[in-house]
Nanobody, 127 residues
Framework: VQLQASGGGGLVQAGGSLRLSCSASGRRYAIAWFRQAPGKDREFVAAISWSGASTDYADSVKGRFTVSRGDAENMVFLQMKGLKPEDTAVYYC???????????????????????WGQGTLVTVSS
């Protein structure tokens, strides 16, 4: 399985918006987004369940980020608005091969429990 995260790579001003995409080869998975800023641990950002019925977010991004599924079953998006310099990080998507797991459970799962990881895309927010 290949996961491809894309949509980063440029410089966004504080207050701006950006949409990240995650595509999984072959089929549908439950997807979570994580990020890792320089010198910091990787942290959970958002998750969407296999069906799309549940979503969950880190407190730091609630109200600003939205995770959603695309029309193609293997696509998931992370719409980011009101970006802040502290959002600067490499963003990763991770896939979970578990149709019954809710996004709320995904938010607290150890990252090692995810089945597949993408290579990451850099988001840089200037002040």
């Amino acid at each position: 399985v290949q996961l491809q995260a894309s949509g980063g790579g440029g410089l966004v001003q504080a207050g701006g918006s950006l949409r990240l995409s995650c595509s999984a080869s072959g089929r549908r998975y439950a997807i979570a987004w994580f990020r890792q800023a320089p010198g910091k641990d990787r942290e959970f950002v958002a998750a969407i369940s296999w069906s799309g019925a549940s979503t969950d977010y880190a407190d730091s991004v609630k109200g600003r980020f939205t995770v959603s599924r695309g029309d193609a079953e293997n696509m998931v998006f992370l719409q980011m608005k009101g970006l802040k310099p502290e959002d600067t990080a490499v963003y990763y998507c991770a896939a979970l091969d578990s149709p019954g797991t809710t996004a709320q459970t995904m938010a607290v799962m150890p990252s090692d429990d995810y089945n597949y990881w993408g290579q990451g895309t850099l988001v840089t927010v200037s002040s």
